[in-house]
């Protein structure tokens, strides 16, 4: 594709590196910026640096937060006893959109993955065991994704909260077996989490 211009192909390549987005996308977005006003463009570009800046990590759950504290979990009308552990953000945002989930969340930040480098440590889950002793969440689901990743992270945790007194659950198989979580259609998901199964019974599957 030959460029004329040194700004547009700089542009064009930033572009291009965002996920799902080819040259060919790129280059048509790119020439829908230079062809609206110049305010669209610098307020799209002021918006990008402060989400940049000012986005931070909830201390509690690890989501995704403009304060210390989400919105999530500093809501007085969520249920503080139960506690939905997920992979990232993207699937409490899944989850959320069911609107069959009333609890808090706990985002992992990924799953146990030794073949990518990927060990419990790298993972929010110490933190989760920590809520959990501190005696006020009461019921945890695992909430990842059906792979051998997602399974081999689940019975990690199973394993670190044995001997605590909480009530360890995972959602429903409706998710089919090596699908994503944030794939998954509002009414398998939010099915999912409402029949939710004790996880020492799924070890048994």
């Known amino acids: 594709m030959?460029?004329?211009s040194l700004l547009l192909r700089r542009a064009l390549e930033e572009?291009?590196?965002?996920?799902?987005i080819g040259k060919r996308t790129a280059l048509r977005l790119v020439l829908h910026l230079l062809r609206q006003p110049e305010a669209r463009t610098q307020a799209l570009a002021e918006a990008l640096l402060e989400l940049r800046e000012g986005i931070r990590r909830c201390n509690v759950c690890h989501n995704i937060s403009d304060t210390e504290l989400c919105e999530i979990c500093s809501s007085p009308k969520r249920e503080a006893a139960l506690v939905c552990v997920v992979e990232d953000i993207r699937d409490v945002m899944a989850i959320e959109a069911t609107g069959h989930y009333r609890g808090l969340y706990h985002v992992l930040g990924g799953k146990i993955s030794p073949v990518d480098g990927i060990g419990p440590q790298d993972l929010t889950i110490k933190s989760l065991i920590d809520r959990v002793k501190e005696g006020?969440?009461?019921?945890?689901?695992?909430a990842l994704s059906a792979t051998m990743e997602g399974d081999t992270t689940n019975f990690y945790i199973y394993r670190q909260l044995e001997g605590l007194e909480v009530t360890?659950?995972?959602?429903?198989?409706?998710?089919?077996?090596g699908d994503d979580l944030e794939y998954a259609d509002q009414v398998t998901l939010g099915?999912?989490?409402?029949q939710r199964i004790p996880f020492e019974g799924s070890l048994n599957r």
């Not at 006020?136 to 695992?142: F, H, M």
């Not at 360890?168 to 077996?177: C, E, H």
Request: no cysteine; aromatic share 0%.
């Open 168 to 177: 360890l659950s995972t959602i429903a198989r409706g998710i089919p077996v």
């Open 136 to 142: 006020e969440v009461k019921e945890v689901i695992l």
């Open 2 to 4: 030959e460029i004329s």
């Open 191 to 194: 099915r999912s989490i409402l």
């Open 15 to 20: 572009v291009a590196l965002l996920p799902g």
